[in-house]
């Protein structure tokens, strides 16, 4: 991981502890001291940090300092590189058209919807092979609304036209 | 203690608590074959849909899921030198080299074996070690507890990630977020700014959505997982392999010996001890001319290793509720939902709850072994789904999961705030094994601190076994900066 990313990314998290900190400085005792405990604790550790960095930075180092073991789950990609944050936004952009279709149709048809777009657009498939694909994922959602007795968001279209299950 | 255990068995043996045991396996062994995916978003995936059902049936479900991604995903390992999970890691560098001698089959049926044999074992191990710990445990009051929960939540934020200060940083961020919503010791809400959604605090399975399983599934988009072409097993290879492992048997009890204990350990987990294994087994040869080139020992002792520590990991969870690694946390998760308190609960009027886990373990693994064992042509047709295929199905099932949380929209907003937090805490190498930690014992934690404070003042700092598990906990902070310092390079590879 590149210093400078590293740097602005810990201090942020450091700015926002020290708002939470400073946000609970009204409250009782007893009900501060714990996220007194823990926030001043991570943005003291946060700002040892920066330092720490700032201080590797200064001395012309441009790579993080670490022990080589993490025991999470490995990106396998660059988190510096443009087209990563490119790529994420995409992503990302997906799941936000989801939510809108979800807010406007309802979650059952909206993921219909939207898993023949995905299939379509993103994954370039041919029909004949969305058709059987999208009839698995409705037999899916069947399943999941007969047998398990799931809840499902409602969109405003349902609420409008008084339609029950969309 | 004999009667708790024949009882837990009873308990386990009702056709719908097996049928759910055997679900539970069947999506581990999915779970574990997709690589990226794993038995933590496994856990996530699935814990939302528990909350109804009997708490006994639910907790069979989740230790057949975890119990067994560990045997699932050396399938991706030998066939395609893809880890299936992180877990599984060391056994690619035999396994796949067998491969890609032809004796794939040979390869999977002897770590099918070994993991069974393993997971077997630490399922004894964890038996065992009830009667061990009860009296320990039936000592403790609040201020040990409180301790053991900062121990558990400070090893794994040190052993979890690459960097300790960040480690520790996720889990301070962890733990202030589990202060959101009503105070335990007087009458006021915290950080709810308003919001009449946050004042039960944030649920849990949304962090287990939004911080693991979200992130993981835009990764695997992003990284266009997963690849994998076609692949031989070959023919008659099965009963090769078996008879390795049985003649290997002291190699595969040793290492499954090491496995429980790294599990044993919070933060060090199944990805430790597959390595851990596969160094002993190489070690503990007498030539070592084969590794690196399809030795089957190469591919027995990391497999042993890492279902072994599955047993290792359930022991500080179940009995101090110290969750060893991010499965575990989820797990524990999965617990609380059910009002069931690790500790005291369950070594007492729990105890034969407790069994049953220890039965689950134990079936989990044989049953997931023998499925693979004649499954594993069609598991590792799984690999081949291209991602855009599983990512829409995975994105609904997380989406649907977030909103049986408190079937609020707010659940699914939260959802979407948590997954960035989740994919930058990975992308920028903070620990989310211990932000989890952190969360999930930060609201048990400060409740076991005001009881202590209320009932002993401040003399609790005095306990005998407060200031024993102080010290060990400041010993192991040490000895794990020093120890990753010894490791210590800058990041140019994977990762970020």
Redesign the interface.
């Known amino acids: 991981m590149k210093l400078v990313p590293s740097i602005i990314y810990t201090a942020v998290i450091v700015l926002l502890t020290a708002l939470a900190v400073f946000y609970a400085k009204d409250w009782p005792f007893q009900a501060r001291a714990f996220p007194w405990l823990a926030g001043i604790t991570t943005a003291t550790l946060g700002l040892l940090l920066v330092v720490t960095d700032i201080r590797r930075l200064a001395m012309g180092h441009r790579l993080e300092v670490t022990s080589g073991q993490q025991a999470d789950i490995e990106s396998g990609y660059d988190m510096a590189a443009w087209s990563t944050y490119k790529k994420f936004a995409r992503v990302f952009g997906w799941i936000l058209v989801l939510y809108a279709g979800i807010w406007l149709v309802g979650l059952r048809v909206a993921v219909v919807a939207f898993f023949i777009a995905y299939l379509r657009l993103e994954g370039r498939l041919r029909w004949f092979l969305i058709v059987p694909l999208t009839a698995l994922m409705v037999l899916f959602l069947v399943y999941f609304d007969q047998l398990l007795a799931v809840h499902w968001p409602r969109g405003i279209m349902g609420q409008w036209l008084g339609i029950k299950w969309l | 203690m004999l009667e708790a255990l024949l009882e837990g068995f009873i308990q386990l043996a009702e056709p719908f608590r097996l049928a759910m045991l055997g679900l539970g396996v069947l999506i581990g062994l999915a779970v574990g074959i997709i690589p990226?995916i794993?038995g933590t978003v496994g856990f996530a995936l699935v814990l939302p849909?528990l909350m109804?059902f009997d708490p006994t049936a639910a907790i069979a479900m989740l230790i057949g899921l975890v119990a067994i991604t560990t045997t699932s995903d050396t399938i991706t390992c030998v066939l395609f030198a893809i880890p299936g999970t992180?877990g599984s890691v060391a056994t690619i560098i035999d396994g796949h080299a067998m491969a890609r001698k032809g004796e794939a089959g040979e390869a999977l049926a002897a770590a099918f074996l070994a993991s069974a044999i393993g997971g077997v074992f630490g399922a004894v191990i964890l038996a065992m070690s009830i009667p061990v710990a009860r009296p320990l445990v039936l000592q403790f009051g609040s201020p040990e507890f409180f301790m053991l929960s900062i121990l558990g939540i400070s090893m794994v934020a040190v052993?979890?990630?690459?960097?300790?200060?960040?480690g520790?940083?996720a889990a301070?961020?962890g733990?202030?977020l589990a202060?959101v919503g009503g105070?335990p010791?007087?009458c006021?809400f915290?950080?709810y700014f308003g919001i009449p959604y946050l004042y039960d605090g944030i649920p849990l399975v949304l962090i287990a959505l939004g911080v693991f399983a979200?992130p993981?599934i835009?990764?695997l988009?992003?990284?266009k997982m997963p690849v994998a072409g076609a692949f031989r097993l070959g023919k008659g290879a099965a009963m090769t392999g078996m008879r390795h492992v049985l003649k290997e048997i002291p190699l595969v009890l040793r290492c499954a010996g090491l496995g429980t204990y790294i599990g044993f350990v919070p933060?060090?987990?199944t990805?430790?001890a597959n390595w851990i294994g596969y160094g002993h087994s190489v070690q503990s040869a007498k030539d070592k001319s084969g590794f690196g080139h399809g030795d089957i020992r190469g591919v027995i002792g990391p497999e042993s290793a890492n279902n072994a520590a599955r047993g290792g990991e359930l022991i500080p969870t179940l009995l101090f509720g110290v969750p060893g690694?991010?499965s575990m946390a989820l797990f524990l998760m999965g617990l609380m939902m059910f009002n069931l308190r690790p500790g005291t609960d369950m070594i007492t009027v729990h105890l034969p709850l407790t069994f049953t886990i220890v039965w689950s373990l134990l079936i989990a693994n044989v049953v997931g072994a023998v499925i693979c064992m004649f499954l594993a042509r069609q598991l590792a047709w799984f690999t081949t789904i291209?991602i855009?295929?599983l990512?829409?199905?995975l994105?609904?099932v997380v989406?649907?999961a977030a909103?049986?949380a408190s079937?609020d929209?707010g659940d699914?907003i939260l959802l979407?705030l948590l997954?960035l937090v989740g994919?930058?805490f990975?992308?920028?190498?903070f620990?989310?094994?211990a932000f989890i930690v952190?969360f999930v014992l930060?609201g048990i934690?400060?409740v076991y601190?005001?009881i202590s404070v209320q009932r002993y003042g401040m003399a609790w700092l005095l306990h005998p076994w407060v200031i024993g598990i102080i010290l060990l906990m400041i010993a192991s902070v040490i000895v794990s900066i020093i120890w990753?310092?010894k490791?210590?390079?800058?990041?140019?590879e994977?990762?970020?």
Do not use: C, N
Not at chain 2, 426 to 429: A, E, I, P, S
Not at chain 2, 487 to 492: A, F, N, Y
């Open positions: 990226g794993g849909f109804h992180g052993l979890s990630g690459r960097r300790p200060l960040k520790l940083m301070g961020l733990l202030l202060t105070a010791t007087v006021i915290r950080y979200l993981e835009i990764d988009v992003i990284r933060g060090m987990g990805s430790v690694s991010g291209p855009h295929v990512a829409p199905f994105m609904m989406i649907t909103f049986q079937r929209w699914l979407l997954t994919w930058s990975k992308q920028f190498g620990s989310r094994p952190g930060g934690a400060e601190l005001w990753q310092r490791g210590q390079h800058p990041v140019d994977g990762g970020g």
